[in-house]
């Protein structure tokens, strides 16, 4: 039963912008949910990108503060990732996780390249 559907994903250049979407199943979408994205860049190993919280807190690494925005759109369960200013070590495939109730849910991914 897929339970994280992404969306958004592609080749982008240097400077440019890019959202990602992520359709989260009812079953695993609660007030306490943490809602995040994460990405796995080429030969690396999976990092913490942003994810909100609740009360709408927000937290972010360092590398994209500034210039990534975490949303989520309750109606439609759904949580965004707006890319501003991607650069070419954004390159990598994007997930969106959820965390439930101690459970950890995982997209498939979607890859982001971005070219200079």
């Known amino acids: 039963q897929v339970q994280l559907i992404e969306s958004g994903g592609g080749s982008v250049q240097a400077g440019g912008s890019l959202n990602l979407s992520c359709e989260v199943a009812e079953r695993i979408f609660h007030p306490i949910s943490i809602i995040g994205w994460y990405r796995q860049p080429p030969g690396k190993e999976r990092e913490f990108i942003a994810n909100i919280i609740s009360a709408g807190v927000t937290n972010y690494a360092t590398s994209v503060k500034g210039r990534f925005t975490i949303s989520v759109l309750i109606k439609k369960r759904t949580t965004k990732l707006q890319m501003n200013s991607v650069k070419p070590e954004d390159t990598a495939v994007y997930y969106c996780?959820?965390?439930?109730?101690?459970?950890?849910?995982w997209g498939e991914g979607t890859q982001v390249t971005v070219s200079s």
């Open positions: 996780n959820v965390l439930d109730n101690g459970d950890d849910y």
